[in-house]
């Protein structure tokens, strides 16, 4: 029964109900009070369809209303057992609480991570009240994750249509999913329950002076002894849920800890820990100036049993390099300076080159090392491309679209335009310029991503990279507003470009930036290809060469027949934070439709 001033009386059966009923109205009737009959509800708890009705309540000779769910202690209790009044609520509260603070959510001076702590202090607790007992289904999770979603965007100035996904957002504001936090709470009042005592429950109220009592800080303490070390400290390989001692709760239990209790898992005896003399090799080197070793010198001098006082090292930072070592032995004739310790057995790849290199002399050895391999000094050009494209690599999601055009139409285009108006034109400038125009078409391929805001940009000009192979490395030279230019102002561009680049006077404006980039090996045994993202760009196409293929061709007449035609192979990296499959799709249908019709590139 639920009165006004949410009192809720409980009992098994409707006679039990219509007592305890009784029982309050004639108390507060003694006392000059008067039970309202129009406010007072009950409730018939039925989980199952098939159970029949037990009948109405009656208070008097009056039939008390009967309700549906009841609103108690900010919770909503359904008759059926269910939770979605229960939720539908609790999402109310919260958009209530976000809407009284939306000045301070919605402002963009203030920080992301500033406004997540509000978000967690405010708004949450309000929309998760009493969500620990809560018996959830899959369709309450996905509300509630659906209205903290959209309170998260509106903070962070996201739409649906930015396509930046929910997890980027959420390690922006730094909130944790709903269904993490439901399930912390719940573990946490679990751990509050199993620490209770059974007669915790309250069953009856002492009024006690607590004026002088010191309240303690925290869930209360539990007093537990150490019976038992089963793994000691700085032991490795420790499993998830691997027992690591056992504890007691009265002294008395140590002695009837047994194997039995360890459930099969060994206790690791602690090892006492014995000083060991170092050897006069090892003081050796610690007394010359060599800090670190390189893994060439290690295996160089455990070959040749050198001792380590004798060489001075030449790396940085006191590193004792592989030169170091072989000028030793150079300067020393080689063989007088092997151990008797090559002898003793390794590995079997490293057994086999001791035989050898001990059955002949060490000039033959120093050759045959010395041949091996050969130190490629990169230049710093080098390093930063190796270093950028490793990076994109790595944090980049890469996916790839493909597809193949027919080269005829463009190579009979280029010789007219050879021929009659004496314009020459390669296939990489009507590649360009066909590309700017299919970005023209799709904006949204035409974007970079910030790693900085989290967010994706489109962009307005098409400004076109170029790979172009340098002797110092691979430069993307640039061809800015490549949509606004002709065939031929590409063509010349793009000529005195690569020439610049090969020369390494490239100027920063003039390979720094680009929207878009094209990798082309056509001029190379290369049918097709997968090249790596520039970042920040999203997008960049690589080209293969054209092969001849058969395949139906329609005639004038209409009908098929089989046909000899010049296709290239088209190869689309892309970022999916940027872009999805969909846009570049139509990037690609777009790019196909200008290499089928060529008269769009004059326009």
Same mark, same amino acid.
Not at 90 to 111: E, H, T
Not at 271 to 293: G, M
Not at 350 to 369: C, D, G, N, Y
């Given at each position: ?30 006392k ?10 009950y ?19 009056r ?12 919770s ?52 998760l009240y009493?969500?620990?007992?809560w018996?959830?289904k ?78 303690? $800080? /925290?869930?209360?303490? +539990?007093?537990?002894? !150490? &019976?038992k @070390?089963?793994?000691?400290? *700085? =032991? ?18 140590i ?14 005896e602690?090892?006492?820990?014995q ?20 893994p ?18 030449s790396g940085? $930072? /006191?590193?004792l390099? +592989?030169?170091d070592? !072989? &000028?030793? @032995?150079k300067?020393?004739? *080689? =063989? ?84 009659q108006?004496?314009?020459k ?15 023209r ?8 991503w ?24 691979l ?55 997968c ?11 690589a080209?293969g ?9 329609k005639g ?6 089989p ?20 846009i570049?799709?139509?990037f ?5 439709s ?10």
């Amino acid at each position: 029964m639920l009165f006004a001033d949410d009192i809720l009386l409980v009992d098994k059966t409707k006679e039990g109900v219509e007592g305890k009923l009784e029982v309050w109205r004639s108390t507060l009737e003694s006392k000059g009070f008067r039970l309202s009959r129009s406010k007072t509800e009950y409730m018939e708890c039925n989980f199952s369809s098939n159970r029949p009705s037990k009948g109405i309540v009656t208070l008097g000779d009056r039939v008390i209303n009967k309700s549906t769910r009841f609103r108690y202690l900010g919770s909503i209790v359904q008759s059926d057992g269910e939770i979605d009044g229960d939720v539908i609520s609790r999402i109310q509260v919260g958009w209530l609480k976000w809407r009284n603070a939306s000045g301070l959510l919605c402002d963009r001076k203030v920080p992301l991570k500033l406004k997540g702590k509000f978000y967690k202090m405010v708004v949450k607790p309000a929309m998760l009240y009493g969500a620990e007992c809560w018996p959830l289904k899959e369709k309450h999770n996905t509300k509630l994750c659906v209205a903290e979603m959209r309170m998260l965007r509106w903070m962070s100035g996201f739409t649906l249509r930015d396509r930046i996904r929910n997890e980027h957002i959420r390690e922006k504001v730094g909130v944790a999913p709903v269904e993490d936090k439901i399930r912390e709470s719940r573990l946490r009042w679990f751990g509050q329950i199993k620490r209770r005592p059974s007669d915790d429950p309250v069953r009856k109220v002492e009024v006690l002076d607590l004026t002088y009592v010191k309240k303690g $800080r /925290g869930r209360p303490k +539990k007093t537990c002894y !150490l &019976a038992k @070390i089963i793994t000691p400290e *700085g =032991s490795k390989d420790v499993r998830v849920g691997q027992p690591i001692a056992i504890t007691v709760e009265d002294l008395d239990e140590i002695k009837d800890i047994s194997a039995e209790t360890l459930n099969g898992f060994k206790v690791k005896e602690e090892k006492p820990v014995q000083y060991v003399e170092p050897k006069e090799q090892e003081l050796n080197s610690h007394r010359t100036n060599i800090s670190r070793f390189s893994p060439s010198a290690k295996l160089l001098i455990a070959e040749h049993g050198i001792d380590v006082s004798s060489l001075k090292a030449s790396g940085p $930072r /006191g590193t004792l390099l +592989k030169g170091d070592v !072989l &000028a030793l @032995i150079k300067g020393r004739g *080689g =063989s007088q300076q092997i151990s008797q310790s090559s002898d003793k057995k390794t590995s079997t790849s490293v057994h086999s080159f001791k035989q050898t290199a001990a059955s002949s002399s060490s000039s033959e050895t120093l050759s045959r090392i010395t041949a091996a391999y050969e130190d490629l000094q990169n230049s710093q050009i080098r390093k930063v491309i190796a270093k950028r494209l490793l990076e994109s690599k790595q944090n980049t999601p890469h996916f790839y679209l493909s597809s193949d055009v027919i080269l005829d139409p463009l190579l009979a285009f280029r010789t007219e335009l050879r021929e009659q108006h004496n314009v020459k034109v390669s296939v990489n400038d009507i590649v360009i310029k066909a590309v700017a125009l299919a970005l023209r078409n799709v904006p949204e391929a035409n974007a970079y991503w910030s790693d900085e805001k989290g967010e994706a940009t489109i962009l307005r000009s098409i400004d076109i990279s170029i790979a172009v192979a340098t002797e110092k490395g691979l430069m993307t030279p640039i061809i800015r507003n490549a949509d606004e230019k002709t065939l031929s102002a590409i063509s010349s561009e793009v000529k005195e470009l690569a020439e610049r680049a090969r020369n390494g006077k490239l100027k920063p404006e003039q390979f720094q930036g680009g929207t878009f980039s094209i990798s082309n090996l056509g001029m190379f045994p290369v049918d097709h290809f997968c090249a790596i993202i520039n970042p920040p760009q999203a997008c960049i196409l690589a080209v293969g060469r054209g092969n001849k293929v058969v395949e139906p061709v329609k005639g004038s007449d209409g009908i098929e027949k089989p046909g000899v035609v010049t296709k290239m192979s088209l190869k689309l990296s892309a970022d999916h934070r940027v872009i999805d499959a969909e846009i570049g799709g139509k990037f690609l249908g777009s790019l196909s439709s200008n290499f089928s019709d060529l008269r769009r590139l004059l326009l």
